[in-house]
């Protein structure tokens, strides 16, 4: 929506408050014809068609964070436009207020948009409502009280230009490699904000001599065509964000489970493969945990599948609760899981198995004024030479059913005899 309204205030600009400049330093009687109706008409129904389409995208997506802001951003851009189609018929306070108003919306819903995308807090709508206010206050001052055509245009871009800058730097984190799409984005809006704040000083370079030349003619066809390649690149930008964070739906999806938020085997085989690789080559220690739920299906049996579910979701946050960031989970299906430490060896990997198990048996789940009472048997064992995911786990499965065998709610580790 930057873009559009970007073009749209260049239209109006150039075709109203620039024109004017321009008329009063040469004194032409008419001002001169720096955009035809067409390129207004084409730039206004380009802003419609692509608010159209984000709409659509919007409705079936509605779970897609930002993407409301980014078609409202859209929306204030065609009613700029769509007054810009009309403007001769509107009373030319009406008309500014439209524009500058529309344009900083615009600005302010892109914002919105890229914070929300990101999950992070939305500002306080205050203050972006007061910076609103004062810009068209004052471009009604400089309509009426004072007549400045010249003015309005260093005004109308000044909202806008910030908060599209702010977009950018918003939302350009991350990493490139991870979230391209991101820095993809930033990049258009960032260059369109500094656009819209710059625009003053490339009109500046225009003498009193030179305003209605052929040299002011083409600066504005320029300014028209980085609003109208803007317009497109932006609503480009969207579209990507949109499939980038669908994108990563589908992987989470795929990867993780949907009960309990963890890996799934699929994918934590993956993972410990990698692991193991890196392991053996940097000569670090890799220990795997193999844990089981002890009696799960008297839980299931006696406070049904819910109760279960809510135990096994319990258990993984306690399990957080004992683990680093790099650590890895993955539940291999039904009530047992595995865990791989990174970087770790045998004694500590058996203290955090065991500060674990004794969470674990002190923390039952209260459900409906009852408690439900958890342990968990843990095995474990370290990663050796010539190592799979699976001959290691096979290891730390039965270190995990020599706990079963021992009584239960305890830890058994499996020594390695050929450690990396």
């Avoid at 709508?125 to 609103?132: E, K, L, P, Q, R």
């Avoid at 002011?216 to 609003?227: D, K, P, T």
């Avoid at 964000?241 to 993780?256: F, I």
């Avoid at 089981?292 to 008297?298: G, R």
Wanted: charged letters at 15%; glycine letters at 8%; proline letters at 4%.
């Amino acid at each position: 929506s930057a873009v559009f309204w970007w073009w749209l205030l260049d239209s109006r600009l150039h075709t109203s408050g620039f024109c004017h400049f321009a008329r009063s330093q040469t004194g032409a009687s008419r001002p001169p014809a720096v955009h035809s109706p067409t390129l207004i008409a084409l730039a206004a129904i380009l802003a419609a068609l692509v608010t159209a389409v984000l709409h659509l995208v919007w409705r079936f997506n509605r779970h897609i964070p930002g993407l409301g802001f980014w078609v409202l951003s859209f929306l204030s851009a065609s009613v700029f436009g769509a007054s810009l189609l009309v403007r001769e018929h509107m009373p030319l306070v009406l008309s500014v207020v439209v524009a500058q108003a529309g344009i900083a919306v615009a600005a302010y819903c892109c914002f919105l948009g890229g914070r929300a995308y990101l999950g992070l807090r939305l500002p306080h709508h205050g203050y972006a409502t007061a910076a609103i206010v004062a810009v068209v206050a004052l471009a009604v001052y400089f309509t009426v009280g004072h007549p400045h055509p010249v003015a309005r245009f260093v005004l109308s871009g000044l909202v806008g230009g910030v908060y599209f800058l702010l977009t950018a730097v918003t939302l350009a984190r991350g990493g490139f490699n991870k979230v391209p799409a991101r820095y993809i984005f930033a990049a258009m809006v960032g260059f369109h904000g500094a656009f819209l704040l710059l625009r003053p000083a490339l009109f500046g370079l225009i003498s009193a001599a030179e305003a209605g030349s052929d040299m002011a003619q083409r600066i504005s066809q320029y300014v028209a065509l980085e609003s109208t390649v803007a317009l497109v690149m932006i609503a480009f930008g969207t579209l990507l964000l949109t499939n980038e964070h669908v994108t990563t739906e589908l992987r989470h999806l795929a990867e993780m489970d949907s009960l309990t938020n963890v890996f799934n085997r699929r994918a934590y085989l993956t993972l410990l493969d990698k692991a193991i690789s890196n392991a053996q080559r940097t000569r670090q220690g890799l220990p795997v945990l193999a844990l089981d739920l002890d009696h799960f299906k008297k839980i299931n049996d006696t406070w049904g599948h819910s109760g279960g579910d809510d135990v096994l979701r319990q258990f993984v946050a306690l399990a957080q609760q004992c683990l680093r960031k790099e650590d890895v989970m993955g539940r291999l299906g039904g009530e047992e899981f595995a865990i791989f430490l990174l970087n770790a060896d045998g004694q500590g990997a058996e203290a955090v198995a065991e500060r674990l198990r004794a969470l674990v048996e002190t923390q039952p789940l209260r459900s409906d004024h009852h408690a439900i009472p958890v342990t968990v048997s843990i095995g474990v064992a370290l990663c050796t030479r010539g190592d799979s995911a699976e001959t290691v786990l096979k290891r730390a499965d039965a270190a995990m059913y020599l706990a079963k065998q021992n009584g239960r709610n305890r830890v058994e580790v499996v020594a390695s005899p050929v450690p990396i």
